[in-house]
T-cell receptor, first 112, second 113 residues
Framework: QQQVKQSPQSLIVQKGGISIINCAYE??????FPWYQQFPGKGPALLIA?????SEKKEGRFTISFNKSAKQFSLHIMDSQPGDSATYFC???????????FGGGTRVLVKP | GAGVSQSPSNKVTEKGKDVELRCDPI?????LYWYRQSLGQGLEFLIY????????KSGLPSDRFSAERTGGSVSTLTIQRTQQEDSAVYLC???????????FGPGTRLTVL
């Protein structure tokens, strides 16, 4: 039973391009949706997060779009850089400080 | 400041042996989480400690897995009678009171031969 589905599994983008990763969730009790970035050999690190009362949140080159009615949210990485090459995970939880349910991850490769 | 630390960074054990994995959360963080990251299952929740409350053990895959948190700080995850399917990276995270953000450690890579 996969409560958070993430796509695509992998993504190759040219430097300067836009990376788009999509997630869909099933549990309407989820109310916190973070994105984590993970480099090889490291633990995941919070990139950006959103709550359902907001449809979009932008931090630098990273934007989350949220569609509550469709139960979907996405991460857009603008002006992708080789240093953005990493695995990205979407996640969801029912309340602040609660356990996270993760998507399957997307491996992003930015070609110079 | 210091982040979440985990030890050992790598552990190789034989099937049937017991292992203990340690997590030192960020000072002052009252919540502590254990997750497991494996190729087949992705990142999955194991157990969650919040202050003095009873832990949420709903993610533990079997009774071979247990965890404790001493003095509201350091936590140990114990796996008894390890099996090959236990091979994974075990990640610990902590968060401060009232915060959504979970800070992850580098993980312990467990290999069961």
């Amino acid at each position: 039973q996969q409560q958070v589905k993430q796509s695509p599994q992998s993504l190759i983008v040219q430097k300067g391009g836009i990376s788009i990763i999509n997630c869909a969730y099933e549990n309407t009790a989820f109310d916190y949706f973070p994105w984590y970035q993970q480099f090889p050999g490291k633990g995941p690190a919070l990139l950006i997060a959103i709550r359902p009362d907001v449809s979009e949140k932008k931090e630098g080159r990273f934007t989350i779009s949220f569609n509550k009615s469709a139960k979907q949210f996405s991460l857009h990485i603008m002006d992708s850089q080789p240093g953005d090459s990493a695995t990205y995970f979407c996640a969801a939880s029912k309340a602040a400080g609660n356990k996270l349910t993760f998507g399957g991850g997307t491996r992003v490769l930015v070609k110079p | 400041g210091a982040g979440v630390s985990q030890s050992p960074s790598n552990k190789v054990t034989e099937k049937g042996k017991d292992v203990e994995l340690r997590c030192d959360p960020i000072s002052g963080h009252t919540a502590l989480y254990w997750y497991r990251q494996s190729l087949g299952q992705g990142l999955e929740f194991l157990i969650y400690f919040q202050g003095n409350s009873a832990p949420d053990k709903s993610g533990l895959p079997s009774d071979r897995f247990s965890a404790e948190r001493t003095g509201g700080s350091v936590s140990t995850l114990t796996i008894q009678r390890t099996q090959q399917e236990d091979s994974a990276v075990y990640l610990c995270a902590s968060s401060s009171p009232g915060s959504d953000t979970q800070y992850f450690g580098p993980g312990t890579r467990l290999t069961v031969l």
